[in-house]
């Protein structure tokens, strides 16, 4: 029997039943000419090269044997931690949410929601990109140094301000607003704010309406990322 087809308006109420959230990185490629990340689709929106020809084609082996070839394309920069994190993410906002998962209180707003790891699991996903984008962005760098500077700007905070400026003369949130995303700069301020407050102290700090939201910007935080990556990362010719 077929599943009701739902009225989409959430990015993940378009994705198809057979897809998971890690689909995010789906139709994404390192682009041979800049090394951007670029849709498998239409020209590389960084330097312009051409639409990737996919249409398949025939060749014959030595014993003249035909046979259909479909082009591949490598994957962008989507990695397996991606694919982890996502999927976590995905499984918990799925599961059913118990009456026992909500914490004890004068008030429903007394505890934590009880989907509160999706933040804790989205800020480890973006951490693990934000390092990913500054390796990237300087790979110039000898590696000894690099590892060396990135030990001395660990925390998360350092790295999206002191550390963007002295390397980009910019902040994360600059580059954000530069590439038409300054909105995720504040959706992104607000999750660092709370799950620090959660960390000390006012776990209540993560509740529903937070993850709801994380949940619906996931998406558009994501295309952002690779905007940045893109401005800082690119090689152009």
């Known amino acids: 029997m077929n599943k009701p087809v739902p009225s989409p308006s959430l990015w993940y109420e378009q994705l198809p039943y057979d897809k998971s959230w890690s689909g ?41 044997k035909e046979f259909v070839v479909y082009p591949a394309l490598q994957g962008a920069e ?31 707003d007394a505890g934590p929601s009880p989907r509160a790891s999706i933040v804790i699991l989205f800020w480890s996903y973006f951490e693990t990109r934000i390092e990913r984008l500054l390796r990237e962005a300087l790979r110039a760098v000898p590696s000894r140094i690099l590892d060396d500077t990135l030990r001395r700007y660990s925390a998360i905070g350092t790295r999206l301000n002191d550390f963007y400026r002295v390397a980009f003369d910019s902040t994360y949130k600059n580059d954000l607003e530069a590439v ?29 309406a937070l993850v709801k939201a994380v949940v619906e910007n996931l998406k558009v935080e994501h295309e952002a ?13």
């Open 24 to 64: 995010l990185w789906s139709g994404y490629t390192i682009c041979g000419r800049c090394h951007g990340i670029r849709s498998t689709s239409g020209a590389c929106g960084v330097c312009g090269d051409p639409p990737y020809d996919t249409k398949p084609f025939t060749m014959r082996d030595d014993q003249g």
């Open 180 to 208: 038409g995303h300054g909105q995720v700069w504040d959706d992104l301020a607000q999750v660092q704010e709370r799950r620090n407050q959660f960390a000390h102290g006012k776990p209540q700090a993560i509740d529903d």
């Open 225 to 237: 990322w690779i905007a940045v990556f893109n401005k800082r990362a690119a090689r152009l010719p």
């Open 78 to 108: 989507g990695r397996y931690e991606d694919w982890v994190y996502l999927r976590m993410i995905e499984r918990e906002w799925k599961r059913p949410v118990l009456e026992e998962d909500r914490f004890p209180g004068s008030s429903p």
